[in-house]
Antibody, heavy 112, light 111 residues
């Protein structure tokens, strides 16, 4: 079973860019699509977007203007960038190989 | 976006008793390829969601057979035939059409 591990700064200042990496082990990143999902504390899950190893991506229309996802097959890693963050972007961020394989999540807090 | 509405939002169940959670979507989840992309997850405290059911009624590998999913179109149900203590957590439905959206979650506790 593939293992996913998110990493990145736990604290980001308002208006700055949130950058996260997801390292995939136990299998190749190729030939699958990969997603990012977030969950504010005590709230429901929100799908951020999905990227294919071709480089094509689909984003949630609500976040599309601020989101960029990429994949590095040589490193077996995914990345997420979210620009112009506000407190509303504070959440646990998960990477996943839908529908079954999820990382443990990483908490990102947006605060000055 | 498709809105997923779960009921009830909380359940308190005696071990050994059944439980049922409803998930209704604001539009049909039947894809043009003939599949219905409706999933059920359980999120245990402090953990990431774990897949229980995919495509309405298929039980994921390792999931006990006391869990079952049913439904079609816009109405879906997750049933636990005999609740066990390890089943506590938040149950969430997810639809896989674009963009994927999740239900609010149903918290199950043991009496």
């Amino acid at each position: 079973q593939v293992q996913l591990q998110e990493s990145g700064p736990g604290l980001v200042k308002p208006s700055e860019t949130l950058s996260l990496t997801c390292s995939v082990s136990g299998g190749s990143i190729s030939s699958y699509h990969w997603s990012w999902i977030r969950q504010p504390a005590g709230k429901g899950l929100e799908w951020i977007g999905r990227i294919y190893t071709s480089g094509n991506a689909n984003y949630n229309p609500s976040l599309k203007s601020r989101v960029t996802m990429s994949v590095d097959t040589s490193k077996n890693q995914l990345s997420l960038k979210l620009t112009s963050v506000t407190a509303a972007d504070t959440a646990v961020y998960y990477c996943a190989r839908e529908p079954a394989d999820w990382g443990q999540g990483t908490l990102v807090t947006v605060s000055s | 976006d498709i809105v997923m509405t779960q009921t009830p939002l909380s359940l308190s169940v005696t071990p050994g008793q059944p439980a049922s959670i409803s998930c209704k979507s604001s539009q049909s989840l039947l894809h043009s390829d003939g599949e219905t992309y409706l999933y059920w997850y359980l999120q245990k405290p402090g953990q990431s969601p774990q897949l229980l059911i995919y495509e309405v009624s298929s039980r994921f590998s390792g999931v006990p057979d006391r869990f079952s999913g049913s439904g079609s179109g816009t109405d879906f149900t997750l049933k636990i035939s005999r609740v066990e203590a390890e089943d506590v957590g938040v149950y969430c439905c997810m639809q896989g059409l674009h963009p994927p959206t999740f239900g609010q979650g149903t918290r199950l506790e043991i009496k």
